[in-house]
Structures are given as C-alpha cells and as structure tokens.
C-alpha cells in the first residue's frame, strides 16, 4: 500500500517562495498521476496541480499557471510543488494525492484515491 507525506510548508511573506514535497513510500511510482490541492479555511479542496508520472506531464489551474510548477524526482519517488509570488490568498493546507494516470478528471478530488496527511502554508501580508 503506497504512502504519501507531504513537506515544506511553512509561514511565507507575500511575493516569497516555498517548495512542497510530497514522497510516496510503499511502492514505486509508475502508472500514477500525482495531483496537488490545496483547503482554505471554510472553503473547498481545491485543484492546483498535477503530474503524469510517466511521461512528466503536468496539468495546472489557470490561477496558478506560471507561479506554480510541478515536477518530479524518479529515484526518490516524490514529486514537487514549486510555489513562487506567493499570496495571502495562496494560503491553505496543501495535500497530494494519487490517481489514475490518464482521466478527464483529473481536477476533481474524487479522482485521487490516496492522500497524503497535508502541509500547512501560511502567507502574510
């Protein structure tokens, strides 16, 4: 059974710059589709990002597009979250999650069916 921990959050000024971390354990990742979401508070798991594992693929939200970038590390099984000018409103518990490779979906929470526990990130103004 495969397990993800998430890393790397933290308390940011605004216009700063924090790398998540998500390391899966349990297996290898191969046929795997990594998605990133992120929870404010009273809001709803929203998709950020996410990366076909095989082929490098990734898929953002327009919101984050071009401040935002996922990769990959093969050999130590975990993927990345870049997260550069970062907000106030960028603030939220950031989760990742393991899905099907290839799907319509991918955006939906529903589609993952492991999570890692999440990582705070705080962004002050």
């Known amino acids: 059974q495969v397990h993800l921990v998430e890393s790397g959050g933290g308390l940011v000024q605004a216009g700063g710059s924090l790398r998540l971390s998500c390391a899966a354990s349990g297996r290898t990742l191969t046929d795997d589709l990594v998605g990133w979401f992120r929870q404010a508070p009273g809001k709803e798991r929203e998709f950020v990002a996410a990366?076909?594992?095989?082929?490098?693929?990734?898929f953002y939200t327009a919101l984050m597009k071009g401040r935002f970038t996922t990769s990959r590390d093969n050999a130590e099984n975990t993927v990345y979250l870049q997260m550069n000018n970062l907000t106030p409103e960028d603030t939220a518990v950031y989760f990742c999650a393991l899905g099907p490779s290839y799907g319509r979906f991918y955006y939906r929470s529903n589609f993952y069916d492991t999570w890692g526990q999440g990582v705070q990130v705080t962004v002050s103004s």
């Open positions: 990366i076909r594992w095989s082929d490098k693929s990734t």
